[in-house]
């Protein structure tokens, strides 16, 4: 059983908002559509829940055609980044309302209710009206309202945004988990990378209104299918670089070179990408680039040190606190088996593990 989306195209006064996107999204699991501000992640969830009608392509469910059916006959729920409640509701209302909708009894109601409250951090607050809530707290209704629903489509677009760091990353754990129980199909957007990662399941990257890869995350993360999805799935963004492979011998733009066998394919222009965490402040063997600091960004666990390298920019991340003067020069140590090549056109034509890709 399954959502199966052919096709499916949206375009608005001659524009695209979604090329081509084609996904099957099983029962029971995670699904994260993950991508920058404007990539069509809205735009793609609106469509599933029945909200838009697609311009071309096909969407079924179990199998029955659902294309354009409205949003009313279809069994969905859906919490946005910017809650919305009824104000003139309390907040145990606002909760079970979908309950009462579909004509639960007082039992169910006051029982799945309390549960929802429970786990969303609510029980205190039930008696009070939405406006008497923080943002965090109205955003928490929302949820425990799409919880209690049981639809068999969650849709969920950035909708931990507003909640502080403890809730966030206890809600991300717990989340899934909860829905996937319910057998319901569970959709996720957002534009970090770490929050697909933490989510698991499946992701689909999108660009531009078009799926570039959708998969196991885990998987897609080590072996993006170009060098867009690789950006997608990466923060701080994906380093690169020009190379000219002859024999095992790579040159870089600045006339340096450096050796590795790991990766066997024809000689020619590739350019090397490589994520922030594995650009090492150091002097150890590997291949080393060379640039200036640019500016150095402190969190406290972390520093984030960024590179100028002619037209290139790079971003090195290194535990602690790690002090650079902007101007100074710098080097950076790469290990040959953390790196991405791709053609020039973009394509990955090794990943990290050295593995030629068909």
Same mark, same amino acid.
């Given at each position: 059983?399954?959502?199966?989306?052919?096709?499916?195209? %949206?375009?608005? #006064?001659?524009?695209?908002?979604?090329?081509?996107?084609?996904?099957?999204?099983?029962?029971?699991?995670?699904?994260?559509?993950? +991508?920058?501000?404007?990539?069509?992640?809205?735009?793609?969830?609106?469509?599933?829940?029945?909200?838009?009608?697609?311009?071309? $392509?096909?969407?079924?469910?179990?199998?029955?055609?659902?294309?354009?059916?409205?949003?009313?006959?279809?069994?969905?729920?859906?919490?946005?980044?910017?809650?919305?409640?009824?104000?003139?509701?309390?907040?145990?209302?606002?909760?079970?309302?979908?309950?009462?909708? #579909?004509?639960?009894?007082?039992?169910? &109601?006051?029982?799945?209710?309390?549960?929802?409250?429970?786990?969303?951090?609510?029980?205190? @607050?039930?008696?009070?009206?939405?406006?008497?809530?923080?943002?965090?707290?109205?955003?928490?209704?929302?949820?425990?309202?799409?919880?209690? %629903?049981?639809?068999?489509?969650?849709?969920?677009?950035?909708?931990?945004?507003?909640?502080? @760091?403890?809730?966030?990353?206890?809600?991300?754990?717990?989340?899934?988990?909860?829905?996937?129980?319910? $057998?319901? &199909?569970?959709?996720?957007?957002?534009?970090?990378?770490?929050?697909?990662?933490?989510?698991?399941?499946?992701?689909?990257?999108?660009?531009?209104?078009?799926?570039?890869?959708? $998969?196991?995350?885990?998987?897609? @993360?080590?072996?993006?299918?170009?060098?867009?999805?690789?950006?997608?799935?990466?923060?701080?963004?994906?380093?690169?670089?020009?190379?000219?492979?002859?024999?095992?011998?790579?040159?870089?733009?600045?006339?340096?070179?450096?050796?590795?066998?790991?990766?066997?394919?024809?000689?020619?222009?590739?350019?090397? $990408?490589?994520?922030?965490?594995?650009?090492?402040?150091?002097?150890?063997?590997?291949?080393?680039?060379?640039?200036?600091?640019?500016?150095?960004? &402190?969190?406290?666990?972390?520093?984030?040190?960024?590179?100028?390298?002619?037209?290139?920019?790079?971003?090195?991340?290194?535990? +602690?606190?790690?002090?650079?003067?902007?101007?100074?020069? &710098?080097?950076?140590?790469?290990?040959?088996?953390?790196?991405?090549?791709?053609?020039?056109?973009?394509?990955?034509?090794?990943?990290?593990?050295?593995?030629?890709?068909?």
């Amino acid at each position: 059983m399954s959502l199966t989306l052919t096709g499916i195209g %949206k375009r608005v #006064a001659g524009e695209d908002h979604i090329r081509d996107v084609s996904l099957t999204l099983a029962h029971g699991t995670v699904n994260v559509l993950l +991508g920058p501000t404007l990539s069509g992640k809205t735009s793609l969830m609106r469509l599933m829940a029945g909200l838009d009608k697609p311009t071309a $392509g096909t969407m079924t469910f179990d199998g029955r055609d659902i294309t354009g059916l409205d949003v009313r006959k279809r069994s969905v729920a859906m919490v946005y980044q910017q809650f919305i409640n009824y104000p003139t509701l309390t907040v145990f209302e606002n909760i079970v309302s979908p309950l009462r909708v #579909a004509g639960a009894s007082k039992a169910e &109601i006051e029982k799945r209710g309390q549960e929802a409250a429970a786990l969303l951090r609510l029980t205190p @607050y039930l008696d009070r009206t939405p406006l008497q809530l923080s943002g965090g707290q109205q955003q928490r209704t929302a949820i425990a309202r799409a919880l209690v %629903k049981g639809a068999d489509l969650v849709l969920m677009d950035e909708p931990l945004a507003n909640l502080d @760091y403890k809730l966030r990353e206890e809600l991300r754990e717990e989340l899934p988990r909860l829905f996937a129980a319910t $057998g319901s &199909i569970f959709v996720y957007a957002t534009t970090e990378p770490t929050e697909a990662l933490l989510l698991g399941g499946h992701t689909a990257t999108l660009w531009e209104g078009r799926v570039t890869q959708f $998969g196991r995350t885990a998987e897609i @993360y080590r072996t993006p299918r170009d060098l867009i999805t690789a950006k997608v799935l990466s923060d701080p963004p994906l380093n690169t670089v020009s190379v000219a492979k002859s024999g095992n011998t790579y040159r870089l733009p600045d006339g340096s070179s450096f050796e590795t066998g790991r990766f066997q394919v024809a000689d020619g222009a590739y350019l090397i $990408g490589f994520r922030a965490h594995h650009a090492r402040l150091s002097d150890a063997p590997g291949l080393h680039l060379a640039g200036h600091v640019a500016v150095s960004e &402190i969190t406290g666990s972390e520093s984030y040190i960024h590179v100028d390298a002619g037209a290139d920019r790079w971003v090195a991340l290194a535990s +602690g606190v790690v002090k650079v003067d902007p101007g100074a020069p &710098i080097r950076l140590s790469l290990d040959p088996q953390h790196l991405f090549l791709f053609s020039p056109s973009g394509a990955l034509v090794a990943a990290a593990d050295a593995a030629p890709v068909a």
